[in-house]
Every structure is written in C-alpha cells, then in structure tokens.
C-alpha cells in the first residue's frame, strides 16, 4: 500500500520516467542526482567525493562512501572535525523526488577527530540542536551503517526525508540506523492532498552506541520524529534517548500507526525523556511478556497518547511493559542511590485509552506543578509496582485489573473512577471503579538500603500521607483527568475506588513525612481511604486520616459507611476515624485512641480492642507505659498532631462537601479545646439502640496497664 500511494504522488507531481536534475560538479565524469560532499564542520573545504546515479524507477540504488579513498582531512598532522553531506541536489528549490538506498561507511583515515553525517536538502546545514526541523534530502532512505568501529565512535548523524527509512529499490539490506549518537532523525512524511498523508515510517532498526556523552551533548538519541510509526526497536546503548515523537493529526487518512518497536535507553545512568504517539503502542503480541519495552537505565520523563501539539490527548491503548529503574532492578545490592527519591523515576505516563503490560519505577515523582503520575482513560490491565515513594503524583484510571504497589511512601490519590466501558471478554473478577489490591508501605527499614535510609529528605513515614492543600469538593468521574493540581501535582490525597477495593495493605495513614531527632515535617491534611466496599483493610498504624465510603447521599445517613468484610488496625492515634458496617471481623489489634464510626453493632458481631480505648495525651499514660501507646511503631508520629487550624478544617463540615473526610468529625478539635470537643478514643453506634453485639476492650489482656487506663473512651 505505502509503494502504490508513492507511485500515484510520483504521477501526480510528474517525477515518473522524469529525468532528475544532475548535480553540477560531479567529480571524475560521474553524474547522478544524489551528490556525497565533505565540508569542515568549522566551516569551508566543502568537496563533492561523489555523485550517484538513479538505478531503476526513482531510486538510487545502496552505495559505499570508502573514507580513505580521500586525502586530507587532517591539516598538517591535525586531526580535524568533518561534516559528511548526502543530499539531492535539486531539493534546495523542490520537494525531494528519488528515494536514496542504504549508505555504507567504510575505512578508517588519520585526520578525521569527528565526523557528521547529514541526510537533508542541500541548502541544510548541520546543527546540534535536536529540536530544530531539517529540510528534507530524499523521499526514502535505505539506512545508515559505519562498518569501522573507530569510526563509528566518533560518528554522529542526523536524516530528514519525506518518506520512509525503508528498504529501497528492492534492496535486501536491512534498513538499520547505525552510528555513535544521533541528533535527529526526522521521516515526517509529506502532504498527498485531500487530507492524505504519505510516508513516515521507520521500519529498521534505530542505533546508538555512545556510552557516554556524545559530541552532540548528553543524549545519544536526540530526537527521533516519525509522522506514521516505528516499527522496530530504537536503542541507546549506553546513554539518553531526549524524544520519540511519533505524532500527527489524528484526523489525517490513513490513521497514525504508532510504535510498535522498543524503546531502550540500556546504560547504567541513561534516561529517556519523551515518548509521544498519535497512534496506540503495541506490537500485536498476545502475551505480556512478548509486549513492547519501553526500558531506561535510570528514569522516564513522558510516555503520552497525544497529536503532534503535545497536549491533546488521543484515544489510543498502550501495551508496553514500561521499566525506569532497570539499572537498580538488574543490581540492587550495589545500586549507588545517588539521590534515592529520585533514583529511577518516571514522571508522567498519560493512555488515552487501556493499558495493558506492566510499569516498574523506583519512584513516581511528579513536577512541581502540572501533570504527575500514571492517568489512564480506560482500562488499566497493567500491574503497577514503584519500588519506594509516590511524590505530588498520581496513580488514576476508570478501573484496575491487577495489583498496585507503593514500597514505602504515598503522597498523592491513587482512585479508579469508574466509567469504563466493559470489555468484551471481562477478565476473571473485573469490576467497573475497583482496585483490586493496593499496597503502600510494604517495605520497613531492613528492606531500604542503609544509604536510602540517611539521606535528606527521604521519607521515614511508611504509608499514605497527607497533603498541604485540599479541595472544597470531592473529584467525580472524568474531573480526575481534568482537575488541576492542588499540591505541587497530586490532585488530593487518598486512596479511592468508585465502586470498590479488593484488598488494601497499608502501613499508616499519616500527616508525617520526615522525622529526625528534634524535627519533624509535617502535612496539613490528613490522608483518607474512601470506597463504598472494600473486601479486607489492614492499616498497621493509622495515625491521622478517615476510612469511609466516599459517598455521602442526602437523607441516607448510612451511605457514608464503608461495607468492609475483614478490618485489622494495629494501632489507631487521636486523629483518626474508621466509618464501618457490615464486618466480619473488626480488631484494632493494639489500642484505639480514635473514633470508630458505626450504624450498629449487630447480633453475633463484634469490635475488638486489643488494648485502651482512651486519651492518648492522659497524664495517666506518661512514664513506663509511653512505649505501649502504639506497639507497632511504623514510624514516629509525635510532632504532628499537634491541633492546627487547617488540618482541623480538613474539607467543610457540611457532608456534601466531604466533611466525613475530616477524621475530627463531628467534633472540631481546636488548641483551645472547646467545651464540644472530645479527644478521648469513641466507639460511635449511631442507631438508636444500635448494639447488640460485644466490643471487648483489652482483648490482648494487659496485665501491666491499670483498669482505670484501658477505658477512659466512651461508646
């Protein structure tokens, strides 16, 4: 199809059986359209080494420029730096009309100490600037390859063409982009008319092998810019890939194909900064495994589903197995954690449509304000897994198929939506707006290496923690993808499903993020867990922050109660609040200093305090029993619960604008302690003669704390 379309353009501009233009100052009798120049990169010594003639249609046929088939590109004995130019050298007036087969660089001669290629019009020349667009040298190009391994180290390249980097004229030669470092690469393809876009595919593989800082600066894949697809793997071998644009108007005929090649950035410190398609990413591949990789050493800036413009979004599915941290994931023991939050981050990862595959990050570390974290439109069937710390960032889609996990650290909303449109074969156990397992704080000091551990401002609080800002109003559906940011870019600070979680498994919830001898950093805003049905909750330490349903109807007092089946907490501190029905299982496993919230405690069911139900400030529990106020010890949360007007007007108090987010409600705890207000741990049965089942106070059977110090909470 793409050869039949080349042909009508041909016919429609004039070009078949044409004669070209024949470039003016061929050497030794030669002629040819296509003309091979060198010039200095300084400037001057411009020669034409050769002219290549059309083989067969528009084509010239693949050729071999021999570097030592020339003389004097040293000057005295000085090695000097060298442009080498490919060009039609009719284009400087017209569009390009011959498609030029695969170039071969041979030989090794003294005196070259740097050497560019260029690919573009003959009035183009070379820059270093990646994000600059080139004008073009041929429709197809047939690729690029530097057979000696001298050469090829201090060889860097840029290709601009109307067409495809694709086989040509029959060539058998695989259509490969090999050098040092690449500046860019542009197949932008070229305007067929009535709104049809021609050519912009790559089809070979695209290669960089700097392992270090290039001549071109610091990426060995500047930009790679094709208007249809990639459809083979682009790989830096040893340093950064800045930008992978494969993007358009998704408007224009035939529809943007995508990328269905790897992305690699393979060295130990290397980075990818963008990927960007019009078109769905995917290989076709039915097994995850198989899935297309879009790998860095040591970080992903973007990977986004949008048009040529950058910022509107495209309906497009991704399937990739996305990696940012393979460096550390290959060798964690001797990983250097140079800056452990943001040792193998990804910042932005933006689906227009589902996700499928898998994502692993060491962090997930929004900007300091715009878009941070993963969003995606659809389906999220991928696994999610970041080794340490969420930071002002996101984990958003319509609904989660497969676990989330957060190692150590969550300041942000992890929430499924709902709205998704049901696929046609669901996967075992789907649901619209659920997640179906969350983890956050799995990883306790003797999992993080001692060098992540010591360094300044890496959080010590494990779990979900608050924020510095708050919404006047609950997000709903799609406001999640469109919200701005409240907090550097976390659109809140929860962990919320529409509909319903499967299993969460958090260390704490907390308004604590560093803590060091004398010093504490704390947020504002408690953090909450909101969903109307959630299978098993285990919060270890729930130190500030609300479980409820995220729902609160009008004259339906119960629909603020989560429906959970299995509670566990190990310990609840002051400002805290669960809002529960229906449970099998409720224990608070050390000592519950919050509230509990309940419409009934019904026949045959039971709370469970493992320890007190009191006042965790009651001068009765200074001295000897401080270290059993909270036995789990996830982190130190002294320092911040001290009352702050803010944190105490945590959401508005009238429910329609999520006051039972507030885990000081009904009562407004302020430092001066208002007659209404109450900071001993409270049993609430909100139904008139709601209790007909037990709650057991110091079920553990503390024989060392006192009758008077176990119950001065009230139910």
Known sequence: MRGFNKTIVASVFGL?????????????????????????????????????????????????????????????????????????????????????????????????????????????????????????????????????????????????????????????????????????????????????????????????EAAATPYSGSDAIGELRAWSSIEDSVEAKGYNIAAVRVVGDSASTPAIEGISGDILANGASATIGLVYSSGPISNGETDPENFVKITAGNGIGQIRSVEADGTTLVAVSVEANVTANATMLADPENYPYNQPITDGPLTLLDVGGDLRGEVKAANLIGSASGRGGIFVRGICYAPINIEFIVDHSNIIAKTFVEPIRVGRTMRGAIVATGGAETPSEPPPGYADGNIPSITIG??????????????????????????????????????????????????????????????????????????????????????????????????????????????????????????????????????????????????????????????????????????????????????????????????AAEGCESCVADFNNYYAFNPDEGGFRNPTNPYHILCTTPENSDNRGQIWVHEDEGLHGQIVINAANHTSISQAALWTGAV
């Open 442 to 635: 799995d990883l306790d000091d003797t999992e993080v290496p001692a060098e992540v551990l010591t360094a300044n401002y890496f959080p010590n609080a494990r779990g979900l923690v608050g924020i510095f800002s708050h919404r006047a109003v609950i997000l709903q559906g799609e406001e999640w993808f469109t919200a701005s940011s409240i907090a550097g870019a976390a659109l809140d600070g929860c962990v919320r499903a529409q509909n319903s979680i499967g299993v969460a498994n958090i260390a704490s919830l907390t308004t604590q993020l560093f803590a060091v001898p004398g010093s504490y950093a704390c947020t504002k805003y408690p953090p909450v867990v909101e969903a109307p049905v959630i299978g098993s909750l285990d919060i270890e330490e729930l130190a500030t922050g609300t479980v409820w349903s995220g729902q609160y109807v009008e004259n339906e007092p119960d629909s603020v109660y989560a429906a959970i089946d299995t509670i566990r907490i190990g310990c609840a501190r002051r400002y805290s609040a669960v809002r529960a029905t229906g449970w099998t299982s409720f224990v608070v496993e050390h000592h519950a200093f919050g509230d509990i919230h309940v419409p009934e405690v019904s026949e045959g069911s039971l709370i469970q305090i493992g320890g007190i139900l009191g006042d965790d400030e009651n001068a009765i529990y200074e001295g000897d029993l401080e270290d059993e106020l909270c036995h789990s010890h996830v982190h």
């Open 16 to 208: 078949t059986g044409a004669a070209w233009a024949q470039c003016s100052s061929c050497p030794g009798g030669q002629s040819g359209p296509v003309a091979v120049e060198r010039a200095l990169l300084s400037g001057g010594g411009n020669q034409t080494l050769m002219c290549r003639p059309i083989a067969s249609g528009s084509n010239v046929a693949d050729f071999t420029i021999d570097l030592g088939a020339w003389s004097g590109w040293d000057s005295g004995g000085t090695p000097r730096d060298w442009v080498l130019r490919i060009y039609e050298c009719a284009t400087s007036s017209s569009a390009p009309s011959v498609n030029v087969g695969k170039i071969t660089i041979t030989g090794d001669p003294s005196g070259i100490a740097s050497l560019a290629v260029i690919v573009a019009s003959p009035d183009q020349s070379w820059t270093e600037d990646m994000g600059t667009p080139l004008a073009q040298g041929c429709i197809d190009f047939g690729g690029l390859a530097i057979t000696d391994a001298d050469v090829l180290a201090k060889t860097r390249a840029s290709i601009a063409i109307t067409g495809d980097v694709t086989q040509v004229g029959g060539s058998t030669a695989a259509p490969d982009l090999h050098a040092n470092s690449f500046v860019r690469i542009q197949a932008h393809g070229r305007d067929g008319g009535s709104s049809t876009w021609i050519g912009g595919h790559i089809t070979g593989k695209v290669t960089a």
